[in-house]
């Protein structure tokens, strides 16, 4: 015998179904729109620049992308191999307003290709702020 409630006339399982249902889509529509901001962040390609001195964190936003040709690991090689020189944006952790940690750009370099120099992407957990 199932016992229904007399507004929806589902039974109470059901209802607690439908509940647990409506929760669950809630949470994904959140996560989707959390997932969709941190792309859209993302228009700013992060790499590696590695030296046999150091290595720094450098962005590629869209306009040096499109002044680069590409904005993946090839075309900054590219760039720095035939042209010699390559200007981008220097990347450091910070902390936000917020409250939580962000990779922002710290200041306008200027890298001189060499040949012990090695690109890499990076990749990075941390909302990646884009060069205003």
Known sequence: ????????????????????????????????????????????SLFKIITVRDEIVVGVGPQDAAALGGSDVTAVGRAL??????????????????????QAPARRISIIGNDSLRVEPYATPLRVIAPK
């Open 81 to 102: 191999k035939g042209g010699g020189e390559l200007t981008v944006w220097q990347y450091a952790v910070r902390k936000a307003p917020d409250g939580e940690l962000e």
């Open 1 to 44: 015998m199932t016992i229904s409630t007399p507004l929806t006339g589902l039974p109470r399982n059901g209802l607690r179904t439908a509940r647990r249902l409506v929760g669950t889509l809630v949470v994904a529509g959140a996560l989707a729109c959390g997932i969709a901001s941190a792309v859209a962040e993302q228009a700013v």
